[in-house]
């Protein structure tokens, strides 16, 4: 309710004269950070295809086992924050 009056679905999630567009714009950065394979980037740094190694993960743990903990950390670590950043 606002100022006493039912919000209508139409209006939920809104401020009085804003559109959708920052909610469109917040998840397509979402979207592009969330698409890029850290693990990947970081094994072919190394001069790897992580990919064909241990589970064939581009994950963390994959990561880890096969380059070593700060390797794994790292991709942890930046894969925290992309999906923290586009949170605020």
């Given at each position: 309710?606002?100022?006493?009056?039912?919000?209508?679905?139409?209006?939920?999630g809104r401020s009085a004269g804003?559109?959708?567009?920052?909610?469109?714009?917040?998840?397509?950065?979402a979207y592009l950070c969330g698409s890029v394979p850290t693990g990947y980037l970081v094994g072919r740094a190394a001069g790897i295809d992580i990919r064909e190694k241990g589970s064939g993960s581009t994950g963390a743990t994959n990561v880890w086992r096969?380059?070593?903990?700060?390797?794994?950390?790292?991709?942890?670590?930046?894969?925290?924050?992309?999906?923290?950043s586009p949170s605020g």
């Amino acid at each position: 309710m606002v100022d006493g009056e039912p919000v209508s679905f139409a209006q939920w999630g809104r401020s009085a004269g804003q559109g959708y567009g920052g909610a469109n714009r917040g998840l397509a950065i979402a979207y592009l950070c969330g698409s890029v394979p850290t693990g990947y980037l970081v094994g072919r740094a190394a001069g790897i295809d992580i990919r064909e190694k241990g589970s064939g993960s581009t994950g963390a743990t994959n990561v880890w086992r096969n380059l070593g903990w700060q390797a794994g950390l790292f991709v942890f670590a930046v894969d925290l924050l992309k999906g923290r950043s586009p949170s605020g």
